[in-house]
């Protein structure tokens, strides 16, 4: 039996895969490639205090703030507080971020007010972190990598996890994996979006799979629009341009070439997600074309191209020079809601940890501030493992049935329906909703779990119910707020109320109830 399996390769899952290799066996599993994850794709850079001019209270008040009144103080707390240590025990491991006169070099991001954002390559900090800690885990002989193993459910008796139900997509098999401690770091849920900066495997079947296990699931209505992916005619695809490069000084610019923000925020370009993303949005409807101009043509064009190597060579690779102007318009990036986690990323069920994107932690509130997201994978995962090592062992296994089969006539179906839940998030859950378009989508998804009718233990009718889950979930919790607040906008109510100064709690087989903040 397995002493660790963790489910996902991306940061948190790659960091706790190498904090638990000293403590016993670890198995990681990944659905597709081992670099297929948002950290990999990572461009702005890691969040922590690690300058004299700034202290953890400032990086505290900054993610408050951004987090619009949702956010839990003691987990914020918890990562300002430790998150320059982690770093610091990064660097000591050899990580190597970028460096100015001897010093690291620091990037300014919306939300925050002081330059506290590490980069690594200039504009690659998610490829060279992950990649260093691929390096560790792949010459770590404790550590074995599977790659393109699909968790189907967890392996749960009585309230406690004991492994995980898998397909081997190589043996085309059912497998049960057991293990004392199952940590879940399978990200978020953008990609059940048609426009998102995510991997196409980043559908929240992870979350689906906890809420299926009696889970609570917080605050999924929130989902992050990033403000700028570049736009690209007649393609879905969304590559991400970096927050570092309004950090920079790029600017926004509408059809007449006005700096439409200036008016809007005092941070202008710079102000938190949620606000920018929504005001391209409208901009966009206003000009009646479907993206702004991010201008770069008033910088130094060397010193962008020294600071965004990889940005500049994918916009060239499209016929866009980044030195010049770009078109840019949102994308789905990041799920700010998901499993209930407490300070130690413990979930509702025992020896199952969830941390990285998919745990709701508190600290994004309603809102991620930039480059929060990877600095949180470090400070909690390394928690989790402290936590995990005092559970002690595993007493007598249960057993667990071989499940599910493979019916390849159902695949057609399977995708049909990713590509119609797809259209429908962007189109009754997007960056502006309303009851209208909410109630719409939510009589679709109860329709499809008609269509779905009994459980019938096939791999593709158990992926169709994840991602029809998934879909409920996020528009169950935006149809009950009716305000606006974060990454949740309304156009039918527009302000924010001190009523839903609440997190939304969804279990299954239970009604939506609500939470206090900071009364966990």
Not at 234 to 251: C, N, T, Y
Not at 276 to 290: N, Y
Not at 298 to 324: M, Q, V, W
Not at 354 to 375: D, H, P
Request: charged fraction near 25%.
């Amino acid at each position: 039996m397995l002493k660790y399996l963790v489910i996902g390769s991306g940061l948190a899952g790659l960091y706790t895969a190498h904090m638990a290799s000293s403590l016993g066996s670890v198995l990681v599993v990944t659905k597709k490639a081992l670099r297929d994850s948002n950290s990999f794709n990572a461009q702005g850079g890691i969040a922590a205090v690690t300058d004299i001019e700034d202290n953890p209270e400032i990086h505290f008040t900054d993610t408050v703030i951004a987090g619009r009144g949702l956010c839990e103080n003691k987990a914020v707390q918890v990562l300002v507080q430790e998150g320059p240590q982690r770093i610091k025990e990064i660097i000591g491991e050899g990580m190597k971020f970028d460096t100015e006169n001897g010093k690291l070099s620091l990037g300014l991001e919306g939300g925050h007010h002081r330059k506290r954002i590490l980069h690594a390559g200039g504009d690659s900090t998610g490829r060279y972190i992950t990649e260093f800690l691929i390096s560790k885990v792949q010459n770590d002989p404790n550590i074995t990598i599977r790659e393109n193993v699909s968790v189907i459910d967890f392996l749960v008796r009585d309230g406690v996890c004991y492994g995980a139900r898998c397909w081997d997509e190589e043996r085309n098999c059912e497998e049960l994996i057991y293990a004392e401690h199952t940590f879940l770091t399978s990200g978020g849920t953008s990609a059940i979006y048609t426009r998102t900066t995510n991997p196409e495997t980043t559908i929240g079947d992870g979350i689906a799979m906890a809420w299926k296990a009696g889970c609570r699931i917080i605050d999924m209505e929130f989902i992050q629009f990033h403000p700028t992916s570049l736009f690209l005619e007649d393609s879905p695809k969304a590559f991400l341009i970096s927050e570092a490069v309004r950090g920079e000084g790029a600017w926004l610019l509408d059809k007449n070439g006005r700096r439409f923000m200036l008016p809007v925020h005092e941070l202008a370009e710079l102000a938190p997600r949620d606000i920018v993303a929504r005001s391209i949005f409208k901009q966009m409807a206003l000009d009646d074309r479907p993206y702004v101009v991010l201008s770069l043509k008033h910088l130094d064009p060397d010193k962008i191209r020294s600071r965004f190597p990889n940005i500049l060579a994918k916009c060239a690779e499209y016929g866009y020079d980044l030195t010049d102007w770009i078109p840019v318009a949102p994308a789905a990036h990041y799920t700010v809601g998901g499993v209930a986690s407490d300070l130690y990323g413990r979930s509702d069920i025992r020896r199952l940890y969830v941390c990285g994107e998919i745990a709701s932690t508190g600290i994004m509130g309603a809102n991620r501030l930039a480059s929060n997201s990877l600095i949180e994978c470090l400070v909690f995962a390394h928690r989790a493992i402290e936590v995990a090592e005092e559970c002690g062992p595993v007493g007598e296994l249960p057993h667990f049935d071989l499940l599910y089969h493979k019916d390849e006539s159902a695949a057609e179906r399977y995708f049909a329906l990713k590509r119609q839940i797809a259209h429908m998030m962007n189109n009754c859950s997007g960056i502006i909703r309303s009851e209208l378009l909410l109630s719409t989508g939510l009589n679709l998804v109860k329709k499809e779990l008609r269509e779905l009718g009994d459980v019938k233990n096939e791999y593709y009718d158990e992926a169709s119910r994840k991602l029809v889950t998934v879909a409920g979930l996020i528009m169950t919790g935006a149809r009950f707020r009716r305000e606006s607040r974060g990454g949740h906008y309304r156009e039918d109510y527009p302000m924010l109320s001190e009523e839903y100064a609440v997190h939304t709690v969804q279990r299954a087989g239970e009604k939506l109830t609500t939470r206090k903040v900071n009364e966990q």
